[in-house]
């Protein structure tokens, strides 16, 4: 433990487990003003934090992960008196789980935080309550390419290849028979999942365009951002997305806090379905839902806020949803701001690189963009030298573009401008 001062015995304090895809520190360190001092908590020898790492050295008071047991880390925090404890980071869902319990706080139990850390344990879960979804096979870390077709047997094609424990859409594939499968294994032979991977029936049609064009249909995937309290759902924000860049890498999002149309609301009452499955019964849920043919189908329920969701909720002037997850872990019951739909939508629309790019040679046009009636921000997110790789999925993206739009239209014209303004040289 590092940190100045003991703790302040009239403010409460809330433990909060960070990894590398977490949201930046910065965000929830803006997020705890006026809720609670926090404790930290990091592996601070996992290079993947990068630039993070300096921001928690000086954060007080942080607790240094790197090589101690569970008990350890346990041992470490008791002192400091945590109110409540959480993470944003799905992987970390199981070992804030075991804290939880060693301290007596409220958190997901070990059983739900293991399904929502690993994607086999949730479809079974959802499976065995009886939730319809896509059929699927465990594909373990230690196949061999060969083993695939024995493996995947009865499985119907074409199918989404992800890694068992994984966020953003990172190497999350798509494979049109079995030879794409044993082909995407061996692309992947050097990273190996120690989980192994998951291999899913498609749902849904595909509606994806080449790389970063924003392929203007939109997609049939849904996100519902739900707050849940006593096991009912309290529905925050639905994000609707534009077509995908190849194969599953998000182009645009945009995010209402009503639902707009039948299918909105349809969505909903399968994610209160999936909710009451996995026994859900307090926590900020992400879940997406495609819409199918045959009704709305749950893709996956994560354990904590949607990715630039916050950002998006705030540009409707929405409370900001890590502050509540921060009240959600001291047992209160926060404002998701109710009454009446915010006006219009919010976005963040994503340049993403194309399959083949290795890295950024140039980019140009992005303060043209900011220009545009609506952008409230336009940041380069992979400068020029930086590497790329589509397998990073939806956060490996080059320029990230936030703002407000009152139609749809009108957001599909910022993505035509961008389009057109932005101009980034890859290298493959
Ligand atoms: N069975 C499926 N059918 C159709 N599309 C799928 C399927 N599984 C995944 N996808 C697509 O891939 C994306 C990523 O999948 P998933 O949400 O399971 O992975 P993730 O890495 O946990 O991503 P996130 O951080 O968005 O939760 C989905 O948003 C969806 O577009
Ligand atoms: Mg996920």
Redesign the pocket.
Known sequence: MTGRAGPDPGRRRVAVVVGPQSYPFLDITQAAEGVAGLIWLADLSDERLGQERSLLARAGQVIDLAGITTTEAAGELRPWRPDGILTFV?ELMPFTADLARALSLRFYPAGLAAALAD?VDQRTALRAAGVPG?GFRLIPSAADPGDVERLVEGLPFPA?L?PRV?????F?TFCEDVAAVSEALRDRSERREEGGMIL?????SRRSGPAGDGGEAISD?VSVDTLVIDSRCRHAGFTRHLG?AWP?RRTGSFLITEPDHPDLAVAATAVEEAVAALGVDRGWLNV?V?LTAEGPRI??V?GRVG?GVPRMLHMLGRPNPLSAQMQLALGGDPDIGGGPAAPGLAYMLLVQPPPEARSVVSISGVDRVIALPGVVQAAINKHAGDSVDWRD?SPGFVVGVYGTASSLDQLLEIRRALDEHVAVEYRS
């Open positions: 799905d994607k896509p989404v992800k994984g966020t953003g859409g990172r999350t899913e029936e498609m749902l849904g995937l995908l599953f997406d495609i893709i996956e994560n990715g999925g």
